[in-house]
């Protein structure tokens, strides 16, 4: 798989629809990488039926790389290290908050704590 531009911080509260496509915001987070670190969003998902046609959406992108079973090998593998990502990203914001006055740093260290719960999910879950 290609390294790729990547949001960062895909959610739908970073996206708008418009009358021809959508619009996509708030690139702060926007980093090359591998392009299943913008999963992050859809890996939080409860397991429905929603949840594997959104997964088979955004792997079908990437078909002319790796047969669909391949993809969803990658797909499965990327996601522990896609949290891991967004815990050191927002283990960085917090440590290197300039006043660190728990106001400005506090949905951050939210963030951290989510994803890092989330990170140590995924590994259990993968053992």
């Given at each position: 798989?290609?390294?790729c531009?990547?949001?960062g911080d895909?959610?739908?509260?970073?996206?708008?629809r418009?009358?021809?496509?959508?619009?996509?915001?708030d690139?702060?987070?926007a980093?090359?990488?591998?392009?299943?670190?913008?999963?992050?969003?859809?890996?939080?998902f409860?397991?429905?039926?929603?949840?594997?046609?959104?997964i088979k959406?955004y792997?079908s992108n990437w078909?002319?790389?790796?047969p669909?079973s391949?993809?969803?090998?990658?797909w499965?593998?990327?996601?522990?290290?896609?949290?891991a990502?967004?815990?050191?990203?927002?283990?960085?914001?917090?440590?290197?908050?300039?006043?660190?006055?728990?106001d400005d740093?506090?949905?951050?260290?939210?963030?951290?704590t989510?994803?890092?719960?989330?990170?140590?999910?995924?590994?259990?879950?993968k053992?």
């Amino acid at each position: 798989m290609p390294d790729c531009l990547v949001h960062g911080d895909l959610h739908e509260g970073n996206m708008a629809r418009t009358a021809e496509s959508y619009l996509f915001f708030d690139w702060s987070d926007a980093c090359i990488t591998h392009p299943f670190m913008d999963g992050n969003f859809i890996y939080q998902f409860s397991e429905t039926s929603l949840k594997q046609k959104l997964i088979k959406n955004y792997l079908s992108n990437w078909r002319h790389y790796l047969p669909e079973s391949e993809l969803q090998r990658a797909w499965e593998t990327a996601e522990p290290v896609c949290y891991a990502h967004h815990t050191l990203s927002y283990a960085s914001i917090v440590l290197n908050a300039i006043d660190g006055n728990e106001d400005d740093v506090g949905d951050f260290t939210e963030s951290f704590t989510r994803y890092l719960s989330c990170l140590t999910n995924s590994i259990r879950h993968k053992k």
